[in-house]
């Protein structure tokens, strides 16, 4: 209860910071990057988002909390559009279910694009497979408005919900993101592996691109890349870090 109060101020105080954590192509060329979000908590230190998102969301904090996150990626991308830096990255950001219910969402996120003049096409929301439970009609409408607006749509914890391919395939959804538990062992043969091969497979032969999160080893990298994965996500390539080490990081590869 504590916490949630907290919570409250902690967007007015500027406790919450946006951290990116890179993703690669199989020529481990930096191509983009998710979103995270952090709270440094004045008392507690860093809390984990596995911890104040849910609380988030049951209080509807995350309505702001969320437009604030889009806004922060949104002010980054139109910076380097104009700078003429970062061309062609893609900046993830992940939306939570209460913000993607609401009514006003589409209308939100494009009059944030309009706002920041940002390109659309280097946004791209990330939406998890559990959302796909509602409403069909309502969330392909939705989801055909955003893709009207210019950006990309990744779906999330993708292989841990349940969609059926008929809806899968009727979905505007531009990238598969391989769940992390499914990415643990993949090299040793078990049954991961076969999971991750369908999805992979399963993505493409929907014209989707397949990214993999939670890639910790080379192993993993390797068995990934040598099943034709398309991008690649996690500790083994780089942790989620600060927009400016971030920054650093991607112009230290030219
Ligand atoms: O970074 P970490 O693995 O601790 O994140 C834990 C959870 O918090 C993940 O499920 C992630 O999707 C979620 N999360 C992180 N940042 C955001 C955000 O900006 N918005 C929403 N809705 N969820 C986020
Ligand atoms: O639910 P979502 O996929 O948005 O959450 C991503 C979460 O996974 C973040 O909290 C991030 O910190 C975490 N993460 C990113 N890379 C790795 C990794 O290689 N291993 C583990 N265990 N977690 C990771
Ligand atoms: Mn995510
Ligand atoms: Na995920």
């Not at 589409?106 to 003049?117: A, D, F, H, R, T």
């Not at 509602?134 to 993708?158: P, R």
């Not at 090299?187 to 929907?206: D, R, V």
């Amino acid at each position: 209860v504590q916490l949630e109060s907290d919570l409250r101020h902690a967007l007015e105080n500027e406790e919450l910071v946006v951290y990116v954590q890179p993703q690669w192509d199989a020529q481990k060329r930096m191509i983009g990057a998710e979103g995270l979000l952090r709270w440094l908590h004045p008392e507690r230190g860093m809390v984990s988002p596995g911890v104040f998102i849910p609380l988030a969301e049951e209080s509807r904090l995350i309505l702001p909390i969320g437009d604030w996150v889009l806004r922060q990626a949104c002010r980054w991308l139109s910076k380097w559009h104009k700078e003429q830096q970062m061309a062609g990255f893609v900046l993830s950001v992940n939306v939570s279910a209460v913000q993607f219910a609401q009514e006003g969402f589409v209308q939100q996120v494009e009059s944030i694009l309009n706002e920041y003049q940002t390109p659309p096409s280097a946004l791209q929301l990330e939406l998890t497979e559990s959302m796909l439970a509602h409403d069909q009609q309502d969330i392909i409408s939705k989801m055909e408005a955003l893709k009207a607006l210019g950006l990309l749509i990744s779906l999330d914890d993708f292989g841990t919900g349940y969609s059926s391919l008929s809806y899968l395939h009727r979905l505007p959804i531009d990238q598969l993101k391989i769940d992390q538990s499914f990415v643990a062992n993949i090299e040793k043969g078990t049954k991961n592996a076969s999971l991750a091969e369908s999805i992979i497979s399963l993505g493409h032969n929907l014209g989707m691109e397949v990214i993999a999160e939670g890639v910790e080893t080379s192993a993993q990298f390797d068995w990934l890349k040598q099943q034709g994965c398309d991008l690649f996500q996690g500790f083994g390539l780089a942790r989620p870090m600060t927009i400016e080490d971030l920054i650093l990081l991607y112009r230290s590869a030219d």
